[in-house]
Structures are given as C-alpha cells and as structure tokens.
C-alpha cells in the first residue's frame, strides 16, 4: 500500500475512533465539571485578552501557573496604579484558575479597597466624579467576590469579603448588603466572626433589633466566650433595652453581662462613639452612660457630654 | 532423514502475534539507548530548580497572617508539577521521534527486524521504553518535589500556629486551619496529579510514535507532535461547541463546525489530564474512579495510536 492510502487509512481510522472516544471525553469532562476539578470553558472575550505568552500557557495546560505569574504582572499595575489593567488582568486571572479562592479575594481587594481609596484621594477631581469612580471600584470588587461564588459556592470566605466590603467603617457601609453577606458566610462555616459579623450588621438595621437580639443569644449559648468580646457585650446590652421586646422577658444586669461596672462604663464609652460614628442601635446607652458617671464619680477626662473623645479609656483606670 | 525429521517441527513452529517477552527485550535496549543519550543529566537543573522554588515566595503569601497560607504551598505544587508536565511531554515527544531513525542509522532496525520479530512488538517495546524513562524521571522529580514541599509545610505550620494562639483561636478552629493547611502538603492526591501527568506524556509519546512512522524527518515529527500536544489541550473546546447548544454550534458557520468536529474526532483531549493534575495541586478530592477512568482513556489513546503505527509501520520498507 502506497503512502497516501496509508495516510487515508490512517485518518479514518482516527475519525472511527474518535467517533468511539468523543461522546465518552464530553461525559467525564462534563463528570470533571461537576466536581469543580475541570474548568469552565473560557468565553471569547477571555480568550483576546490572552496575550502569544498566555495562550501558549492555557494551550500547553499550564493555567495555574499562568494565572501565578500573571498575579505576579498584575502586582505591578496595583504598584502604578493602573486600574483598568489591574481588573482585566484579574478577570484573566480568575478565568485561568476560578476554582482558586485567592484570586477572587486578592482581585476583589485590589478594587474594593486600592483602587476605591485611590479614587477617593483624588482631590483635583470633583467630588460627585470622586464619588462616582469610588463606587464603581467597590462595585467592581464586590461583582468580582459574586462571580468567585458561582465557581466555589461552598466557599464562606468569598461572603465573608463582601460582607467586610459593606460593613467598613472607612468606605461606603450598606450594612442590609453586609448582613446578607454575613448570613451567608455564616450559613456556610462555624467560623464565629462570620456568625459575630452577622449579628452585628443585623443590629444595625433598623427594624431587625429583636432578630439580633435572638441570634445574639443563641450565639451566646453555642459559644460563650462572646461574652469576652466588648463589643458584643456591648451590643447585646443595647439591644436588650428595646421598648418592643415583652415586658416580661429576662434581662440580664449590667453586672452579670459587663463583670463589674467600671468594665460596663469602657465597653459603653466605646459603644457610644460607634453609636455616632456608625449608626449602632442607641438603645439606653446613654442614659446609662450618665447613671454611671454619676455611680462611679468617673473622671472629667473620661466623660463624653463634657470633654474631647478619649482614644481609649486607659486599663489602669478600669481594672482597679 | 534424521535431519528433515527435526527440521519439520521447527518450521511448523511460528512466530507468536505478541510476545511479552520479546516487548520486554526491545523496552529494555530502548531505555539503554535513552539512558545513554545521557537524558537524566536534565534532572539535575530540575531539582536545583524544585529547590530554589522552595525560597521563592510572591510577597503577598508571606507570613503566617497572610490570608490564605496555604497558597504558598499551592503555588510550589503548580510550578513544580508545571516543569514536571513540560519535561515529561517534550521528553515524550523528543525521544520518540528519534528512536526509529536512531535505529535505523545505527542499523540496529535491520538487525531487528531480521528476525522473527513481528513490528508490532517493536513498536509497543520502544513505547514501553520511553513509557519507563518518563516514569523512572517522573519518580524522580516527584521526590524531590515530595521533600521540598514536606519542608515547606512544615515552615508554613510552625509560623502559623503560634500566630493563631496569639490571636486567641480555640483548640478545634487552630488545628482545622492547620488540617487545611497539611492537605496542601504531601499526599495522595498530589501522587494522582503526577501520575496524570505521567499518563499525559505517554499518550503523547504513542501521537509521536504514530507520526514517526509515517515521517521521513525528525523535525516533522517534533513539530507535529507539539502541535498536536497544544491542539489537544484545546480539543475539549471545540468538542464542547458541538455538544452545546446555544454555544458555538449556534454562533460559528459551518467552516467551523466542520473544523470543531475534525479537531474532536482526531486529536486526543489533554484537558482531562491537566484538570486532574490542576485539581492535585488545588489538593482538591480526586476520588479512585475518577483516576481509574483517566487510565481507562490512556490506554484507549495508546491501544488507537500504537495500532495504527503498526498498520503504517507493519509494511514500511527501509
């Protein structure tokens, strides 16, 4: 037999197994899929913005290294500040590799905190324009986070990002997006930031106190050392003086949340300011504020209606 | 009379269709010629670069407050099993294309194929040959990826679980961390990644054995190779346009979906071996059966691709 039949041979034999293997390749790549260890099918957009460099990478099946090294590249454009590189570069990043978390939270941070603090120092610009670009960016860190969990939807870290995205004092806090978020993360993990975070963003929503409060409780049954933490001492102390709640609900006192009433009036200095500052639920904390002042002849210094705001309440004063 | 009595049984004798034994022989020369192309001196940069991998870090995996520690660890897997995949599969590609015309200018084909030798035991010999040499190198560089990265582990562990006490984490939520942490170490999962890299460059080793049989010239057969190896690592994509609907068998003319079903049917997908090996690296759960189906799809590679090269080969006169 001559070369070119053999050739011809040769490619039907090819075609006649292919037709074998093909429908068997497509089922345990779709199996591969399924079980987040194939990656998804890169759109054509993903595909233009590889450059010779990349396409060799993804073609030779080197995607995660690549995605390494264009991290790496992408370094440098959060180093110049250039934004709109950064997030391309990101979305390559990510479609290299989705099923890395990493990606999704560096790129999310990159937009959500650099580029929208960049876009907030830009004091030639005018302020509706500064406004504008900043929330795009969070915007932008935020998409990025959402489409993370539609490849890891398992995993609380993404939610837990975008709950701290929205919950920031610093930034542009939605706290009903934060809260959401925070459920989600906490649904997803044991992790008791996740489970605080949550129940710290649902008291300040208004209209949501006597849903805090109960997961305040519950979260105080499942892990007591929450009592430990100040601010959560704080918070459940506030919203235990809601007027809605029944008349004949068990409270606790001051001294059985707080320890000892010097330690309640720290913990409620401190709550006070992020009652103004960040829009805590007020409960009576103020009124308790003034019956300690007066209980514990607390120093000029230390009172918030009469002088500057302390950074903090120095310990020497309240452990004694 | 006595002499054509004891010639007659002899002649009656005939050579057997496949011989293990005869396979065993043709490997064993073939991994002697490998080892004397002096092709495990390569090993040597390797390890010395599996070992200065182990001191390169990205600045934002640094420290033990780095968000996710364990990336680190992710990231020497994926370099190490990257120049792993790339010198088994260009090794696959280089070796293969020079055994046949090797044999044939040191004229140790005719001697061959001189005797009671069918070619098809030739064939599968000098592929099990090279088969053994990428998996003796593979074994190689995977205890030393094995070592580096049981070291880094333990780095990674000891500056985070101090820094977690710090912190105040209780018992159960420290060694959970360290748990996610030790999965990224050796193990298991990370052998199954090897071994689909393995599986991968013997698949590609049987393309260029098929493609040397019919070529005249080393080079065509290098060339061909590797870019059948890159075709193959996208065929999933045109394969993928034929079973979606909506996708691209909708957007695309027919040009393309004739070339979508030509690159499906006569390449062989890399992408299931790159998946599996990505998923190690992402210590990912890789069950048994998963493994088992990707040998199941090496050895139908290897089973459609050494039978033709012997259809092409079984009469090729030299």
Redesign the interface.
């Known amino acids: ?1 001559g ?1 070119l039949p ?2 011809i ?3 039907l ?3 006649a ?3 074998t ?2 429908s ?3 089922k ?2 779709e ?2 899929r399924e ?5 998804p ?2 759109k054509a957009e993903q595909w233009a913005q590889m450059s010779q460099n990349g396409l ?1 990478g ?8 690549l995605a ?1 090294f264009k ?2 590249e992408a ?1 440098g454009y959060f180093e110049n500040q250039e934004w709109y590189r950064l997030k391309t570069s990101y979305k390559l990043i990510t479609s290299l ?1 989705p ?4 990606y999704w ?2 790129g999310s941070g990159h937009l959500a905190y650099n580029a929208a603090s960049w876009a907030r120092s830009q004091r030639d610009q005018p302020e509706k324009k500064r406004l504008s670009i900043e929330r795009e960016y969070l915007e932008a860190g935020d998409e990025m986070l959402r489409e993370g969990i539609r490849y890891l939807p398992q995993d609380a ?1 993404l939610w837990a990002e975008i709950g701290r995205i929205w919950s920031h004092p610093l930034k542009r806090p939605d706290i009903p997006r934060a809260a959401e978020a925070w459920k989600n993360a906490s649904e997803l993990s044991d ?2 930031v996740y489970h605080r975070n949550y129940f710290y963003a649902l008291a300040r929503i208004p209209g949501r106190e006597k849903e805090a409060l109960n997961l305040g409780i519950e979260l105080l049954e499942i892990y007591p ?1 929450n009592l430990t933490i100040p601010n959560f001492r704080s918070v459940l102390w506030a919203l235990y003086q809601n007027p809605l709640l029944p008349l004949d609900m068990r409270k606790p006192t001051l001294k059985q949340l707080f320890g000892s009433k010097k330690r309640a009036y720290r913990d409620l200095y401190n709550y006070w300011f992020r009652i103004q500052d960040d829009q805590y639920y007020p409960g009576d904390v103020e009124a308790d504020l003034r019956q300690l002042i007066i209980d514990l002849k607390v120093p000029f210094a230390f009172n918030p209606f009469l002088s500057p705001r302390q950074r903090r309440i120095p310990a020497s004063w309240w452990k004694e | 009379m006595s002499s054509s009595q004891s010639q007659s049984p002899r002649k009656r004798k005939r050579t057997s269709f496949i011989s293990p034994r005869r396979i065993l022989i043709i490997a064993q020369s073939t991994i002697t010629q490998l080892v004397r192309m002096k092709i495990f001196y390569f090993l040597a940069p390797i390890a010395a670069l599996f070992v200065g991998i182990q001191f390169f870090d ?3 995996y640094s420290g033990p407050e780095a ?2 520690p364990q ?1 680190e660890l ?2 020497h897997k ?2 190490c099993l ?1 120049t792993m ?2 010198f088994s599969s260009l090794f696959a590609i280089v070796s293969t294309a020079l055994l046949i015309p090797r044999d044939i200018e040191d004229r140790t084909l005719y001697t061959i194929l001189c005797k009671p030798v069918p070619r098809l035991d030739y064939l599968i010999g000098k592929l099990l040959g090279v088969m053994t040499v990428i998996f003796i190198a593979l074994a190689v560089m995977d205890l030393i990826l094995v070592i580096t990265l049981h070291f880094r582990t333990e780095s990674v562990l000891a500056d985070v679980e101090p820094y977690l006490q710090n912190l105040g984490w ?1 018992e159960p ?1 420290i060694q959970q961390t360290l748990d996610r942490i030790r999965a990224h170490g050796p193990s298991l999962t990370l052998q199954y990644g090897v071994l689909a890299y393995f599986f ?1 460059a013997s698949v590609v080793a049987a393309v260029a054995l ?1 493609i040397s049989t ?1 070529s005249s010239s080393t080079l065509f057969t290098i060339a061909s190779s590797v870019m059948i ?2 075709i193959g ?2 065929q ?2 045109a ?2 346009g ?3 609907r909506g ?1 691209l068998a909708e957007d695309t003319g027919p040009i393309a979906k004739v070339l979508a079903t030509l690159v ?3 390449f062989p ?11 190690a ?2 210590a ?3 069950t048994p059966e ?1 493994m088992l ?1 990707l040998g199941g ?1 090496t050895f ?1 590679y290897l089973a ?1 691709y050494t ?2 090269s012997w ?2 080969f079984s ?1 090729k006169e030299f």
């Open positions: 037999m070369p053999k050739i041979v040769v490619f034999g090819l075609t197994a292919g037709l293997k093909m068997h390749e497509q345990f790549t199996e591969l079980a987040g260890l194939a990656p099918v890169l060799a993804a073609f030779g099946g080197l995607r995660s290294v390494f991290s790496l370094h590799d099923y890395n978390p990493f939270e560096q870290g992790n008791p050392r | 990205a600045p934002w968000s996710q990336q992710q990231m994926n370099l990257g995949m790339l209780t939520q991968k098929l019919f190896w890159i690592a996208v999933n994509i394969r993928q034929l079973f979606d996708g499906s049917l006569l997908d890399f992408q299931i071996f790159d998946s599996i090996a990505d998923s690296a992402r990912a759960t890789i998963q189906t799809f139908l459609i039978v033709l259809f092409v009469d």
